[in-house]
């Protein structure tokens, strides 16, 4: 199989790192990408080596011609710009693998509904999400994923073909559910630092129950399966998310509450304003995405955020 990767992160470089043990790969960085330079010059960054057999490129076209399988791995709000460029080359009949969590925040709209908008050549599409670091990884500690496409012949397909024993890929059939799910997952991430930075990490557990219940709501209102939140695309990432020294999303939420700076992606912080454009469209109560949001864009006090979800009115633990 070849596969062009697209994204030179931690996770686009591990992705065309490890396919290329088995498979034809090319890794592109963009032109002004630091990372990319890096990676041409010394062949590794802080988390691997690349292998020899991997190619590297900076030119968009030939990235998409070298395969018919293409996995994205960038931030999510630049994929509407990405997906401009790829429209303007020939890419009909190619499948693409959005290896990314988040929803665009100045439109609310799911990274699949964007491509579909500026892409308009006959593609086949699918998601990739779920929890996994690369640090544990390339470890050779394994984990399981999921996979979901508006085309179940898609989903067999990328399963069929990139499941592996150190990424065990399963079969999702819900879309909505497992985009926003995953996407979800980082603004929950971002929440869960906070406690930490607090010193209330013991009510993670609570955070977990209530934040997959919220976001279950949510994707019921949506038109997607609330049990998607129950599963790997959400509540299955919550370890590699609220709880692992690797999250960005949780150390971003922890410094920020200390006051101190944190120079890495945190998706989430992106994530939360889709969320809240989302609950209002849905009429659906998002309180931890809303309390993470008046933190982060209206400066209030992660303690008096905290007080105020406690004293919201009593219900029922599983009231819709």
Same mark, same amino acid.
């Given at each position: 199989m070849k596969i062009s990767v697209l994204g030179c992160g931690r996770w686009g470089t591990f992705l065309a790192a490890y396919h290329s043990r088995k498979n034809d790969v090319m890794l592109w960085g963009r032109p002004s990408s630091a990372h990319f330079a890096a990676l041409c010059k010394e062949r590794k960054n802080e988390y691997l080596t690349l292998p020899a057999a991997l190619r590297l490129s900076s030119d968009l076209a030939e990235a998409l011609a070298f395969a018919d399988t293409v996995i994205i791995s960038i931030g999510a709000q630049q994929l509407r710009s990405l997906a401009a460029q790829i429209e303007a080359q020939p890419v009909a009949g190619?499948?693409?693998?959005?290896?990314?969590?988040?929803?665009?925040?100045?439109?609310?709209?799911?990274?699949?509904?964007?491509?579909?908008?500026?892409?308009? /050549?006959p593609v086949k599409l699918a998601v990739w999400v779920g929890p996994g670091h690369v640090e544990d990884f390339e470890a050779g500690i394994?984990?399981?994923?999921v996979v979901d496409s508006d085309d179940p012949s898609v989903v067999d397909a990328i399963v069929e073909g990139l499941s592996s024993d150190l990424i065990r890929l399963y079969k999702g059939h819900d879309l909505i559910g497992t985009e926003v799910g995953a996407a979800a997952k980082n603004v929950i991430g971002i929440a869960a630092g906070m406690l930490d930075g607090l010193g209330y990490s013991s009510m993670k557990g609570a955070l977990m129950a209530r934040g997959a219940r919220e976001v279950a709501r949510l994707i019921r209102a949506m038109g997607g399966d609330e049990l998607s939140a129950y599963g790997l695309c959400h509540l299955g990432d919550y370890e590699a998310t609220l709880f692992s020294a690797h999250s960005h999303n949780r150390m971003f939420g922890e410094q920020l509450v /200390?006051?101190?700076?944190?120079?890495?992606?945190?998706?989430g912080a992106f994530t939360v304003k889709a969320m809240v454009r989302l609950g209002k469209q849905y009429a659906v109560e998002l309180p931890i995405c809303a309390a993470v949001d008046h933190i982060l864009y209206e400066?209030?006090?992660?303690?008096?955020?905290?007080?105020?979800?406690?004293?919201r009115s009593v219900k029922g633990e599983f009231d819709t």
């Open positions: 190619k499948t693409f693998i959005l290896c990314m969590k988040g929803i665009e925040a100045d439109t609310g709209r799911r990274l699949t509904q964007v491509f579909r908008e500026v892409v308009h /050549q394994p984990n399981c994923m /200390q006051g101190k700076p944190y120079d890495k992606l945190a998706e400066h209030l006090a992660p303690r008096e955020a905290l007080q105020i979800l406690f004293a």
